[in-house]
């Protein structure tokens, strides 16, 4: 059974910085793609940002990309989200996902595995 166990939320100011982690387990993730998603309230969750676990290579949205990096510790079978220049606009619950396949999935529907989400709260 797959798990995932998101951590490292909380309250930063305005063009702070926060790592959130993903612990996985339940199974060796090789040619699984993970994913970052956010839902703020009152609006659906929407895609961050995905890597290959296999290969570490990365996608992002527009809206993150060039200050958010996501990155995985096969080690310790743990994925990163680093959250660089932040705004209030990220202000959102954030969660990571897991699912068989390439980087093409952008859809929450596309993802079997979910973690519990990390709050995330930009003040400005």
């Known amino acids: 059974q797959v798990q995932l166990v998101e951590s490292g939320g909380g309250l930063v100011q305005a063009g702070g910085s926060l790592r959130l982690s993903c612990a996985a387990s339940?199974?060796?993730?090789?040619?699984?793609?993970m994913g970052w998603f956010r839902q703020a309230p009152g609006n659906e969750r929407e895609f961050v940002g995905i890597?290959?676990?296999?290969?570490?290579?990365?996608n992002y949205a527009d809206s993150v990309k060039g200050r958010f990096t996501i990155s995985r510790d096969n080690a310790k079978s743990t994925l990163y989200l680093q959250m660089n220049n932040l705004k209030p606009e990220d202000t959102a619950l954030y969660y990571c996902?897991?699912?068989?396949?390439?980087?093409?999935?952008?859809?929450?529907?596309?993802?079997?595995?979910w973690g519990q989400g990390t709050q995330v709260t930009v003040s400005s």
């Open positions: 996902a897991a699912r068989l396949g390439g980087l093409v999935f952008r859809a929450p529907r596309d993802y079997p595995y």
């Open positions: 339940g199974r060796t993730f090789s040619g699984y793609s």
């Open positions: 890597i290959s676990w296999s290969t570490g290579t990365t």
